[in-house]
């Protein structure tokens, strides 16, 4: 299955890795390394033949890393409805029906086999809930061992998945980077490997998935693509499933303009857009905010994002807390899929832009539910105005600075 694979490249510097080696980041600077595929091989199959796979992670197997055949829980193939009911012209890509209730399994059931694949034998990562819980989940069918350490304030229904799955879950005062910190002071003590979010090659194949089940649900690319963002995974990966379906010869040099939404008290990348910058500064202020994936007060994803981004024509832009409660209520009430408050936080990114003129009412939207609504249950999202009915206009505010349509 890896006869495509080609080498690993660094998405800063460029610096190309041995894909056939365990690998974490680039030696030369530090960043993100990128699968990088033959996609120029006359053995790849065609769009057509592609399509007559059955729906599901695994549906092109030959643009992904393994050698061999990866045991699945069911990720991929998640549903995307129309949102009539919500103004503009969006879709939602409902990824709470991926196996563990979010998308991060997508991620999971990747990279956890492949590093297996190259020699990694107990696994550790940083979570603010999710992530945490779809690595347990891969590591029990796998049968290795995992180590998850999550901040103070993580649900206990994310704290209590991680455990049940079998994993060994640490808590952390602070924030997920206060996690990652007291993780990488240990491993090398305990010869863990690690799958926090860009510290392996792997899970962004994972992510980058989403983005090709947008090509193939719809048909062809929508005008926006609108993702809450913590540490990028999913924005990242879907860049790179673009550029190589480009590649591959099934779309020309269009895209969607890309949309990264952060809550305001945690939107690292909102700042560096909006001053011009290369790289985000990290987020120095209390991450406080129900939407508990967008704690993420630094990702070594940040230049990716920024440079992606700007190229799309896309932008970033911060939403308030109550926005999100709202936007996540209107979702459950006029599109049924009853979601996480990150999903919230897109569809309260889309509202604004829509009033402020940088998505027109007939553009096409694709936003993402990336998690399912009962591991939030001891939030404020499901407790804020319980019994009532969301405005016809609940999210208001002017467009920030930074978020003037390219």
């Not at 033949?49 to 393994?66: A, K, Y």
């Not at 059931?109 to 990562?125: D, H, I, K, Q, T």
């Not at 992530?131 to 590591?139: S, T």
């Not at 290795?144 to 455990?163: F, K, N, Q, Y």
Request: net charge negative.
């Amino acid at each position: 299955m890896s006869d495509f694979l080609s080498h690993l490249e660094c998405g800063n510097c460029g610096e190309g890795h041995d894909a056939e080696m365990l690998q974490s980041v680039c030696q030369r600077c530090g960043g993100p390394l990128l699968a990088r595929y033959r996609t120029g091989d006359p053995r790849l199959p065609g769009l057509e033949d592609i399509l007559s796979r059955p729906p599901g992670q695994f549906r092109f197997q030959e643009m992904l890393p393994h050698r061999s055949p990866p045991l699945t829980l069911g990720e991929g193939g998640t549903p995307m409805w129309k949102a009539t009911a919500i103004q503009g012209n969006p879709w939602i890509k409902d990824e709470a029906q991926n196996p563990t209730g979010s998308f991060k399994a997508r991620g999971m059931a990747v990279a956890l086999p492949r590093n297996l694949e190259l020699g990694a034998g107990r696994f550790c990562l940083p979570s603010n809930g999710n992530a945490g819980g779809a690595a347990a989940a891969y590591g029990a069918l796998y049968d290795v061992r995992v180590e998850v350490a999550v901040p103070a304030g993580t649900p206990r229904a994310l704290i209590e998945e991680s455990r049940e799955l079998g994993a060994t879950v640490t808590i952390v005062e602070g924030t997920i980077a206060d996690a990652a910190a007291r993780q990488r002071e240990e491993l090398s003590d305990h010869g863990w490997f690690s799958l926090a979010t860009l510290h392996e090659p792997y899970r962004v194949e994972g992510k980058k998935m989403m983005g090709y089940e947008i090509f193939w649900d719809l048909g062809h690319l929508p005008d926006v693509v609108i993702y809450p963002t913590g540490g990028g995974t999913g924005l990242v990966g879907m860049l790179k499933a673009f550029d190589e379906m480009e590649a591959l010869g099934w779309i020309g040099s269009d895209r969607p303009r890309m949309v990264a939404a952060q809550i305001e008290g945690c939107s690292p990348i909102v700042a560096a857009f909006g001053s011009g910058a290369d790289r985000a500064v990290p987020w120095a202020e209390a991450a406080e905010t129900s939407a508990y994936g967008l704690r993420v007060p630094y990702t070594i994803g940040d230049q990716l994002m920024l440079t992606g981004l700007r190229r799309t024509g896309g932008i970033a832009i911060s939403v308030h807390e109550h926005e999100t409660i709202d936007a996540t209520r209107m979702i459950a009430t006029r599109a049924g899929i009853w979601g996480s408050p990150e999903g919230g936080a897109g569809l309260a990114a889309h509202l604004k832009l829509l009033e402020a003129g940088w998505i027109a009412p007939d553009d096409e939207v694709v936003l993402f539910n990336t998690g399912s609504a009962l591991k939030y249950l001891d939030g404020p999202t499901t407790q804020h105005r319980a019994g009532a009915t969301p405005s016809a206009h609940p999210v208001t505010g002017d467009v920030d600075s930074s978020s003037e349509r390219a």
